[in-house]
């Protein structure tokens, strides 16, 4: 499916419009969340004979000033999109786990912590490995071979592995013992 645009729609409009339950149809919007251009909602749809049915959407949104479209992609055709909130998952019953199991990843890479001097490898991306060294808003700065990179939150789930330096092993492993005795 292509992408839907009206005329004389800001973005607001735009949200307010594709949030909007339709009782007459049996649809409700139980939730939704725009996490920069890409709307996130939770669906309930009641059949005439009762049958309740639940599903999440992800409509992309672009546009300019007073002219937004969108273009709807449900769960079921596997969006390429991972910031969907964790709790619109329990509110719906899965139509793609490897979809739902990325998101979940996406989230924990979001929590990952990292120390100056630690080295990170990654899977699936033209770096292999990079060394941290330093942070800016949620993204953490990684170098490989002279070059400094930026991090992105959605890279972080490319990680598959990090080595601490011996100083940081040891001050973890004795956070670790005072949370045993707390």
């Known amino acids: 499916m292509g992408w839907l645009f009206g005329y004389n729609q800001t973005r607001q409009q735009l949200i307010e419009r594709l949030t909007t339950s339709e009782p007459h149809n049996g649809l409700a919007c139980l939730a939704h969340a725009a996490r920069g251009n890409v709307?996130?909602?939770?669906?309930?749809?009641?059949?005439?004979?009762?049958?309740?049915?639940?599903?999440?959407?992800?409509?992309?949104?672009?546009?300019?000033?007073?002219?937004?479209?969108?273009?709807?992609?449900?769960?079921?055709?596997?969006?390429?999109?991972?910031?969907?909130?964790?709790?619109?998952?329990?509110?719906?019953?899965?139509?793609?786990?490897?979809?739902?199991?990325?998101?979940?990843?996406?989230?924990?890479?979001?929590?990952?912590?990292?120390?100056?001097?630690?080295?990170?490898?990654?899977?699936?991306?033209?770096?292999p490995e990079a060394v941290i060294v330093g942070k800016t808003g949620r993204s953490w700065i990684g170098e490989h071979g002279g070059t400094r990179y930026k991090l992105l939150p959605r890279l972080l789930r490319h990680v598959t592995a990090v080595k601490h330096l011996p100083h940081i092993e040891a001050w973890l492993a004795g956070q670790a013992q005072e949370l045993r005795h707390v």
């Open 39 to 127: 709307l996130w909602t939770v669906w309930q749809h009641t059949t005439q004979d009762g049958v309740v049915t639940r599903r999440i959407r992800c409509d992309l949104m672009g546009g300019s000033k007073r002219s937004w479209g969108y273009k709807a992609i449900s769960e079921s055709m596997g969006p390429t999109y991972y910031t969907c909130p964790l709790k619109f998952l329990d509110m719906a019953p899965p139509a793609d786990a490897g979809w739902r199991e990325q998101v979940r990843t996406y989230h924990a890479g979001l929590r990952r912590m990292f120390y100056p001097g630690d080295v990170v490898t990654f899977a699936g991306l033209s770096i």
